[in-house]
């Protein structure tokens, strides 16, 4: 017959919230172990005489929780060899922000009998000191959790274990990303003792009060909280029938011209280097995705979460090198594991080879370019090396030479350069789109200092001759290549 773990709640204060079975069994033991002695229950049974051992010294001398949690389960288990029976005392309820109960559970369970007596929690003084109801949602976090944690503004948010002012600076931090400054905190500590204490102020004073280790931060619901959901919440509001009426008028095909529009002034930011105008242009990208996927919902043919789970499950399972079992040591590897789990996606969907050319026909025409000519080259219709390419534009330009003289073909054959250059750009290793944009931005800086240059001369521009004009785009493109172009 195998040892027995009794692990038993104090609940959140002293001896008078302890329930009279575990206050039996614990008195009637030879040893009681407790995680902490920093507990006014652990405090008021040693005043009774009760023989207890904590753990408080691992918590000094280990670097990490996850360090301590390890020493104590492993004395636990040395405990369980010698004893029939172990006591082991946690705060609160045991299945309640209780990491030590939770790797019992995975490391003794399959070994020993483990028990779990209940307790009150902090959770109940808290339901009974700030009177609100659980039903209507409550989320409990580990303040190390908050930076990963989906905040909704919706539910009662209580992060409990804020025992310091450090731990309490970085909570505000946490929370101020997502939180108004000015929503209101509540700062619980030592319920249901003759200590108790609530002070409700604003976020941004949070980390001004004095923490122990019977602090817990708890807010309220909060319809100002910045998230993806309060997002998808305000696109409803503009689509609904209170909403606005031009929202509701729109079609995926009115947005069409928008979703390029925007994703253009992104491009633009970029290039630019202007990371504030960025930051306002991806939020507008953003809202054309969540109005396209309104549209969607109120047309019952998918909706935003349907969006979220496709593009989740298809990162997952095109990055197996990362979420799986396979290596992809550099880009290229990740290239190749990627086409090939698109490749076999597409059979799989009994694609038709009419859909090998898939890309948007709406991409512009260099890019368009440079996407045909990768997808034939990886299954072998491609150059060797940069001579082919090479030899190739010189080809097209004698043919283009040829069309201009017989006056026949012409646009075929400029098409045909144009072609012909963007696989040269491949094997150059340069996207043909970025470098005519980085070269019509050249361009156009030339040409307003050229411009710049003729006025504070007290020339007018338009009236210089071609031969005049090209005197001051020298000037320009020398200033430009010497770096004086102010």
Same mark, same amino acid.
């Given at each position: 017959?195998?040892?027995?773990?009794?692990?038993?709640?104090?609940?959140?204060?002293?001896?008078?919230?302890?329930?009279l079975?575990?206050?039996?069994?614990?008195?009637s033991?030879?040893?009681?172990?407790a995680?902490?002695?920093?507990?006014?229950?652990?405090?008021?049974?040693?005043?009774?005489?009760?023989?207890?051992?904590?753990?408080?010294?691992?918590?000094?001398?280990?670097?990490?929780?996850?360090?301590?949690?390890?020493?104590?389960?492993?004395h636990?288990?040395?405990?369980?060899?010698?004893?029939?029976?172990?006591?082991?005392?946690?705060?609160g309820?045991?299945?309640?922000?209780?990491?030590?109960?939770?790797l019992?559970?995975?490391?003794?369970?399959?070994?020993?009998d483990?028990?779990?007596?209940?307790a009150?929690?902090?959770?109940?003084?808290?339901?009974?000191?700030?009177?609100?109801?659980? $039903?209507?949602?409550?989320?409990?976090?580990?303040?190390?959790?908050?930076?990963?944690?989906?905040?909704?503004?919706?539910?009662?948010l209580?992060?409990?274990?804020?025992?310091?002012?450090? $731990?309490?600076?970085?909570?505000?931090?946490?929370?101020?990303?997502?939180?108004?400054?000015?929503?209101?905190?509540?700062?619980?500590?030592?319920?249901?003792?003759?200590y108790?204490?609530?002070?409700?102020?604003?976020?941004y004073?949070?980390?001004?009060g004095?923490?122990?280790?019977?602090?817990?931060?708890?807010?309220?619901?909060?319809?100002?909280?910045?998230?993806?959901?309060?997002?998808?919440?305000v696109?409803?509001?503009?689509c609904?029938?209170?909403?606005?009426?031009?929202?509701?008028?729109q079609?995926?095909?009115?947005?069409?011209?928008?979703?390029?529009?925007?994703?253009?002034?992104?491009?633009?930011?970029?290039?630019?280097?202007?990371?504030?105008?960025?930051?306002?242009?991806?939020?507008?990208?953003?809202?054309?995705?969540?109005?396209?996927?309104?549209?969607?919902?109120?047309?019952?043919?998918?909706g935003?979460?349907?969006?979220?789970?496709?593009?989740?499950?298809?990162? $997952?399972?095109?990055?197996?090198?990362?979420?799986?079992?396979?290596?992809?040591?550099?880009?290229?590897?990740?290239?190749?594991?990627?086409?090939?789990?698109?490749?076999?996606?597409?059979?799989?969907?009994?694609?038709?080879?009419?859909?090998?050319?898939?890309?948007?026909?709406?991409?512009?025409?260099?890019?368009?370019?440079?996407?045909t000519?990768?997808?034939?080259?990886?299954?072998?219709?491609?150059?060797?090396?940069?001579?082919?390419?090479?030899?190739?534009?010189?080809?097209?330009?004698k043919?283009?030479?040829?069309?201009?003289?017989?006056?026949?073909?012409?646009?075929?054959?400029?098409?045909?350069?144009?072609f012909?250059?963007?696989?040269?750009?491949?094997?150059l290793?340069?996207?043909?789109?970025?470098?005519?944009?980085d070269?019509?931005?050249?361009?156009?800086?030339?040409?307003?200092?050229?411009v710049?240059?003729?006025?504070?001369?007290?020339?007018?521009f338009?009236?210089?001759?071609?031969?005049?004009?090209d005197v001051?785009?020298?000037?320009?493109?020398?200033?430009?290549?010497?770096?004086?172009?102010?």
């Amino acid at each position: 017959m195998s040892s027995c773990l009794h692990v038993i709640g104090l609940g959140p204060a002293g001896l008078e919230q302890l329930t009279l079975g575990n206050y039996r069994r614990i008195c009637s033991a030879n040893k009681v172990f407790a995680r902490t002695a920093q507990h006014p229950c652990v405090q008021e049974l040693m005043a009774e005489g009760v023989c207890i051992e904590s753990f408080d010294e691992v918590y000094a001398k280990e670097n990490t929780f996850e360090e301590v949690y390890e020493t104590i389960i492993e004395h636990l288990r040395q405990e369980l060899s010698k004893s029939p029976e172990v006591i082991y005392t946690v705060p609160g309820h045991p299945m309640v922000a209780e990491k030590t109960v939770q790797l019992i559970e995975e490391r003794l369970a399959q070994e020993y009998d483990v028990v779990i007596h209940p307790a009150m929690s902090f959770v109940d003084e808290i339901f009974r000191v700030l009177k609100f109801d659980p $039903i209507d949602g409550v989320s409990i976090i580990n303040y190390s959790a908050l930076k990963d944690f989906e905040h909704t503004g919706r539910e009662w948010l209580i992060v409990p274990q804020v025992y310091n002012k450090l $731990i309490a600076s970085e909570v505000k931090l946490d929370l101020m990303e997502v939180y108004p400054d000015e929503a209101w905190v509540y700062v619980v500590q030592a319920l249901g003792t003759a200590y108790e204490h609530i002070d409700r102020l604003p976020l941004y004073e949070m980390d001004h009060g004095e923490y122990d280790h019977l602090t817990t931060i708890v807010l309220p619901p909060n319809t100002e909280v910045t998230s993806f959901n309060r997002l998808a919440k305000v696109m409803r509001t503009l689509c609904s029938e209170g909403g606005c009426a031009w929202d509701r008028e729109q079609t995926h095909e009115s947005l069409k011209k928008y979703l390029i529009e925007e994703s253009y002034e992104v491009i633009d930011a970029i290039e630019k280097q202007d990371m504030y105008n960025l930051c306002e242009e991806l939020g507008d990208l953003l809202l054309q995705v969540v109005f396209h996927a309104q549209i969607a919902t109120e047309a019952g043919t998918f909706g935003l979460k349907d969006v979220l789970r496709e593009v989740i499950q298809k990162m $997952i399972r095109r990055h197996p090198h990362v979420f799986g079992e396979e290596r992809a040591e550099t880009a290229d590897d990740v290239i190749v594991t990627w086409d090939k789990i698109k490749l076999k996606e597409k059979q799989s969907e009994n694609r038709k080879e009419s859909d090998f050319f898939s890309d948007p026909k709406g991409l512009p025409a260099l890019m368009w370019a440079t996407s045909t000519q990768r997808r034939v080259g990886k299954i072998g219709f491609d150059w060797s090396d940069i001579e082919g390419p090479w030899a190739k534009v010189l080809e097209e330009l004698k043919e283009l030479e040829n069309a201009l003289a017989d006056e026949v073909g012409i646009r075929e054959e400029f098409g045909d350069l144009l072609f012909a250059i963007v696989n040269l750009s491949r094997f150059l290793k340069l996207d043909a789109e970025e470098v005519l944009r980085d070269t019509i931005h050249k361009f156009q800086r030339r040409f307003l200092k050229m411009v710049e240059l003729s006025k504070d001369n007290g020339i007018e521009f338009e009236l210089l001759s071609l031969e005049q004009m090209d005197v001051f785009w020298e000037k320009a493109k020398s200033q430009e290549k010497s770096g004086n172009m102010e």
